[in-house]
């Protein structure tokens, strides 16, 4: 800067006054040769205000005549320390961001030092600094150093008032400033300055993962329901889900796996996660058994739930036998649904302990989670000793547990029983007619090519007998009767016909003389008018809705007919001596008689009997075809017996579970169906069942 500069400052400003001094009193002068009623005094007094406010005016221009010798830079500290950083323009404010601190090329600062040993020495301030200190920049006009932050948001008060000057301690000085907290947090104001929150950023970050995240578990429950669609197919249909080979080279694979891909030809989105998706199929073993855990423990929880509204229960157990000869004890609950009689099926169990304590432990360990107490009024079992007796037995053992549980007999076990008397010890002959019966059945249906020549000459096969339900034998009896020439011819066909080994022969031999024994067929002719008999009241006897009018009626009809049939023995074998049976002398006749003696004398015994207990009696109060007789004539006894016997009431292994859950897909075909709901909870229990790889559970 020249030396000089000062004083021609001063010249330039003294000059202006004269003009502008001139000026005033020349309009001044003008005023008052316009106002004749102004005094001397009044115009001097009016020059000496004029002079006053120049002089204040060339006062306040100074600064403006600073500038022109040190502008004033918009980033600069002569600017920022004048204005407040926080009320100026975004606009202006991110300008003054991008600029940066001001780092002015020819600032330099002097700092004499006097030392006593040495020769005084002189400070001077290095460029150097600003490109070691970023933030760092300076003041002409102060001779001093600022902090750019700081002098945008406050802080100290010698890095954004007064400036720093103190050359000999700069460096510490810098890098205490640098790590003060109220610089670090200028300096993250100020690099966040023009920038979205962060936690909008991370809010909005957020809500992408939860939308991608729910959009692939919305497609991963998409093909969880269309898996479980084919497992109740398979359930409803009794079909196995898997097979021996269900590799990808398999040219016979499950079921389940050929209805999944055949659902993927004609559902493009169900195809395209089956080929893209890595670790999430559904088709696996272990996909499947936890999806039918899930189904079930749904169909349960429904159960239950209908149950809790129950006012009263029933239990009826009896016992199986699976593929694979396996004996399962299998528990049917019976209970009102809208007033409305409903059997539900409730579980197998593969009961080992047979005896009385095993399988009445097993039945109250599976009703213990229902919390039944005083509502389970009734169990219904079959008639044998381990079962029925009254001091050991199941039923006494069960109702010691559930007081109100009075045994109840079912009614098509009573019949298989009184069947099974005639054929007992008492009457040898017709253990011995059934025997031979069997074998007719087992010789077609063990042989294809012995069926196959049996259909070539008859229109019907010969099925199996049943070995607990007799009812089947009416099937079997029936057959062997309407067809026996048919039979006859195909057996003698054997005999003489090439391709037929020796055993078969020699069997076809020994049935052929059955059916030429006219004792045999004096029995299989009674009894194909017995048996459809029994089908009759079998048929009323299963009925859900079944009761006290229906058993009695039921057994009137059936003993009427027997009766009957009693009577016709002597016309049987009349009938069959007339179709050229050789005629020998037989008890035949006395044996038929004496089956029908003994299949009424049975059903007398049980069936009456039966119908006077207790509450069958009772059960007359709820039949409506009586209400006119009760309005005259009220049952009181009746309804004494109802009040003291119905009072007012306020583990398996994973085979064994998926037994239960496809044989409730079977069995409770048309409840799943109807079910709204039954896919989503199902989905839901499976989600919540473990952690899992693919996503099933949508986020808020």
């Known amino acids: 800067m020249d030396a000089n ?321 396996k004996s399962k004890m299998v528990i049917v609950l ?67 547990r559930y007081p109100n549980a009075h045994f109840v007999h079912c009614h098509t076990h009573q019949l298989n029983m009184t069947l099974q008397q005639t054929c007992s010890a008492r009457i040898p002959k017709l253990k011995v007619f059934f025997a031979d019966l069997s074998a007719f059945a087992e010789f077609f249906s063990n042989s294809p090519k012995r069926a196959a020549a049996l259909a070539s000459t008859s229109k019907r096969n010969i099925p199996r007998p049943s070995a607990t339900q007799w009812n089947f034998k009416s099937q079997t009896v029936n057959a062997v009767w309407v067809c026996r020439q048919e039979i006859k011819e195909c057996l003698d066909n054997m005999r003489t016909q090439e391709g037929w080994d020796r055993v078969t022969i020699s069997e076809a031999y020994g049935l052929s003389m059955h059916l030429q024994d006219p004792e045999f067929l004096h029995f299989l002719h009674f009894f194909s008018e017995l048996m459809p008999e029994v089908d009759i009241l079998y048929s009323v006897l299963q009925k859900p809705k079944i009761d006290v009018a229906g058993i009695n009626q039921g057994m009137e009809t059936f003993k009427k007919n027997l009766g009957r049939l009693r009577e016709q023995a002597d016309a049987i074998i009349q009938e069959s001596e007339a179709e050229g049976n050789k005629r020998r002398k037989t008890d035949t006749a006395l044996v038929m008689k004496e089956a029908c003696d003994t299949v009424l004398g049975q059903g007398e015994e049980r069936f009456t009997n039966f119908t006077k207990s207790d509450h069958l009696i009772a059960a007359k109060l709820t039949n409506c075809t009586l209400f006119p007789k009760f309005v005259r004539s009220f049952p009181q006894a009746e309804l004494e017996r109802a009040v003291k016997l119905w009072p007012k009431t306020n583990k398996n292994t994973m085979g064994q579970q998926r037994l239960n859950a496809l044989a409730m897909l079977s069995i409770e075909n048309e409840l799943i169906q109807g079910l709204p709901d039954f896919k989503s909870k199902v989905i839901e229990m499976f989600a919540h069942m473990k952690d899992r790889q693919a996503s099933f559970l949508f986020k808020k």
């Open 334 to 400: 019976r209970y009102m649904v809208n007033n409305t009689v409903t059997e539900r099926f409730w579980e197998f169990i593969e009961v080992k302990d047979k005896s009385a304590a095993g399988l009445s432990n097993a039945i109250i360990e599976s009703l213990e989670p229902l919390n039944l107490g005083n509502k389970l009024i009734a169990q219904a079992y079959d008639g044998t000793a381990v079962i029925g007796g009254c001091v050991s037995g199941v039923q006494a053992l069960v109702k010691e």
């Open 5 to 325: 500069a000062p004083m021609s400052w001063m010249m330039i400003v003294v000059k202006k006054e004269e003009e502008e001094e001139e000026k005033k009193e020349e309009m001044v002068w003008k005023e008052v040769k316009l106002s004749e009623t102004v005094s001397k005094e009044e115009v001097l007094c009016h020059h000496d205000q004029l002079l006053d406010e120049m002089c204040t005016a060339n006062v306040e221009k100074r600064p403006e005549e600073e500038t022109e010798e040190f502008p004033l830079i918009i980033n600069g500290v002569d600017y920022l320390s004048t204005v407040q950083f926080d009320t100026l323009p975004l606009q202006q404010k991110l300008e003054i961001k991008r600029l940066g601190p001001h780092k002015p090329e020819d600032f330099t600062i002097f700092q004499e030092e006097k030392c006593k040993k040495r020769k005084d020495s002189t400070r001077s301030f290095k460029q150097e600094w600003f490109k070691r200190k970023n933030w760092l920049t300076a003041s002409h006009s102060k001779k001093a150093l600022f902090c750019f932050p700081c002098l945008l948001f406050g802080g100290e008060t010698v890095w954004t008032t007064t400036g720093f000057k103190d050359l000999k301690h700069l460096s510490e000085r810098l890098v205490k400033h640098e790590s003060c907290a109220s610089h670090v947090d200028n300096a993250i104001k100020l690099s966040l300055l023009g920038t979205k929150n962060v936690a909008s950023q991370l809010n909005s970050a957020y809500k992408r993962s939860i939308e991608l995240h729910n959009r692939q578990t919305e497609e991963n429950r998409y093909v969880l329901g269309r898996i479980i669609t084919c497992i109740e197919l398979c359930g409803k249909c009794e079909i196995a889900l898997r097979g021996h080979d269900e590799t990808a080279s398999s040219l016979n694979p499950a079921i389940f796996k050929s209805i999944f891909e055949t659902m993927c030809e004609g559902d493009s989105r169900l195809r395209r996660h089956y080929d893209s998706q890595p670790y999430f199929k559904g088709t696996s073993a272990m996909i499947q058994n936890e999806l039918l855990d899930c189904m079930y423990s749904v169909y349960r929880d429904v159960v239950t739930q209908q149950l809790v509204d129950a006012p009263f229960v029933a239990v009826q157990v009896d016992d199986t036998t699976d593929i694979s000869c």
